[in-house]
């Protein structure tokens, strides 16, 4: 299994900083040439990453979060989320594959189909699940969750929403020093923007900070899809400062390495009713996007994501591109 790259760009790192490979890289991008009106689109294709039951962005953080649980003799991974969260699944995946307990507190929000399903895999992931119903309840919760999965003196490894600890976005950083090296062999060229759905925000800062290490003038352009956490771009790029920070203490010589206060961009127009409510405009970027660009979208990150995307970049407000959406979607 190849090292990471960030282990190839930081050799300090090698020793310091542990990565659990769990899919093949680099992913794939492509030119979407059925879509966009003035600039060229690329996707950065992530569906396909992970070895496991589920794919995606959060099987890039996993490979930083699971050996660093092991590290510190962690038995049981405890982290939060929606009914339908893909981080949950994600983990209790990964994770009880590697042979740790996964606990879950879980929080309401609308359910459909898709939600419906992916509450049933969590139920069969062997995961165990603790209802709490609201964000107060779960806060109120947490001591006893805490108290419930320690073994012996050993206390659950807590994971925030979304794995989008400083450790969970070094999986972004991973894909944008990908991205570098894929602009670098002339397989696309140097995008404008890159583009993520932005749900608990690890994501969008690993990007940030991953563009500046891979030597790229990108910028990161966030579609804010949940309104259950702050997520505007002072606090992603504090997540990408102490990301940069996490590197260092670990001994990562990254002279000069700060993400610029216009690294990452946020926009919340397409957030529609709130986390997990469906918008028109996302529905229709995912009906266009699985007729003219073979992408499968689901409708809580992705489709207003590329909506986002769509609709800023009709409108000429990408800079006349090229602009690479990062897919982050991998259903099994
Ligand atoms: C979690 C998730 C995101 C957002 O990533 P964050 O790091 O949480 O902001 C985007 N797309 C999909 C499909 C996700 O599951």
Known sequence: MPPPLLHTRCPELAGSLPFLRLGEGPTPVRRLSGLGRHSELWVKDEGGYGDGGWGGNKVRKLE????????????TILTVGGLGTNWG???ASYARERGFGVALGLIDHPVDEHVRAQLERLRASGATLH???TKARLVLAAPWLFARHIHGLTPPYYLPAGGSSPLGALGAVEIALELGAQVEAGELPEPTWLVTAVGSGGTAAGLALGVRLAGLRTR???????DTLRLDSATLLKLARRSTALLRARGADLPGIETAPDAIRTETAWLGDGYAHPTAAGDRALALASAEAGLSLERTYTAKALAALLDLEAAGQLDGGPVVFLQTHGPR
């Open 220 to 226: 990161v352009l966030g579609v804010v899809v949940n």
């Open 64 to 75: 930083w979060l699971l050996p660093e649980a092991r590290r510190r003799g962690a038995r």
């Open 131 to 133: 209802v709490l119903h």
């Open 89 to 91: 699944l994600a983990t």
